[in-house]
C-alpha cells in the first residue's frame, strides 16, 4: 500500500540564460512525492509493489504538472532519492517498470526513453533529474537538467519520487542539433 507523507509542485519560467541572454519563455514543473519504502531495511527479491506505486504517483501528478506547462510538453525526465535504509533498486523499481506510461500518456505520446536518474541520499539531499526531448532522444537542445530537493527528506524509510515536463529547450541553446556526422 502506497503512503504518501507530502508532494511538493515546483513550476519555474525561465526567460534569460545564466549570462542574462534573452530567449522564448521555458517553463519546467517538477512534482515530487514523499513515499514510504516498503522495502527499507529489508533485502527483498520482489519488489513488484514498488512498480505499483510508480504508476499510481504517475497518474495522479503527470496530468498535473502538464496542465501547470504554458505550451504543449516536449520534455520530459524523472528521478528518485531513496533514503539511506533502502538501495538504489527500491528507486529504480518506482521510476522505471510503470512510470513511464501515464508520463507519456499525459504528454500525448513519448517515442523516446524517459531519461532517469535515481540515488541513495540522507535527508536534504539533491537529485539531477535528467529532461529530454519526448520524441527525439538526439535533440541536444532538449537535454537538460533540473535539480531538485526537499529539505526534510527523505527520511532513511522514505523515496522521494520526482518527475517533470518543460515545454522547451534550455536557455539559449548553441551545441549543434544532434550527432556530427562522419566527415
Known amino acids: 500500500?502506497?503512503?504518501?507523507r507530502k508532494t511538493v509542485i515546483i513550476k519555474e519560467t525561465?526567460?534569460?540564460d545564466e549570462m542574462g541572454r534573452p530567449c522564448p519563455p521555458v517553463t519546467r514543473v517538477a512534482?515530487?512525492?514523499v513515499v514510504k519504502n516498503p522495502f527499507a531495511g529489508r533485502d527483498e527479491d520482489d519488489l513488484s509493489a514498488l512498480?505499483?506505486?510508480g504508476a499510481k504517483l504517475a497518474e495522479t501528478l503527470a496530468g498535473q504538472i502538464v496542465g501547470l506547462l504554458a505550451a504543449p510538453a516536449v520534455c520530459y525526465?524523472?528521478?528518485a532519492i531513496v533514503g539511506i535504509s533502502g538501495v538504489m533498486e527500491h528507486g529504480a523499481g518506482i521510476?522505471?517498470?510503470?512510470?513511464?506510461?501515464?508520463m507519456r500518456e499525459s504528454v500525448g505520446g513519448g517515442a523516446a526513453l524517459i531519461p532517469a536518474n535515481v540515488k541513495v541520499a540522507a535527508l536534504g539531499a539533491q537529485i539531477d533529474l535528467p529532461l529530454g526531448h519526448k520524441d527525439n532522444p538526439w535533440s541536444f537542445d532538449h537535454?537538460?537538467?533540473m535539480t531538485l530537493m526537499i529539505a526534510d527528506a527523505p527520511r532513511p524509510d522514505e523515496i522521494v519520487v520526482c518527475i517533470a515536463v518543460s515545454?522547451?529547450?534550455r536557455a539559449c541553446p548553441r551545441v549543434g542539433k544532434g550527432p556530427a556526422k562522419p566527415g
Open 31 to 33: 512534482a515530487m512525492a
Open 51 to 53: 512498480f505499483d506505486i
Open 77 to 79: 525526465g524523472k528521478a
Open 95 to 102: 521510476v522505471h517498470p510503470r512510470l513511464g506510461k501515464p
Open 1 to 4: 500500500m502506497m503512503q504518501i
Open 143 to 145: 537535454i537538460d537538467t
Open 167 to 169: 515545454d522547451g529547450p
Open 14 to 16: 525561465i526567460a534569460t
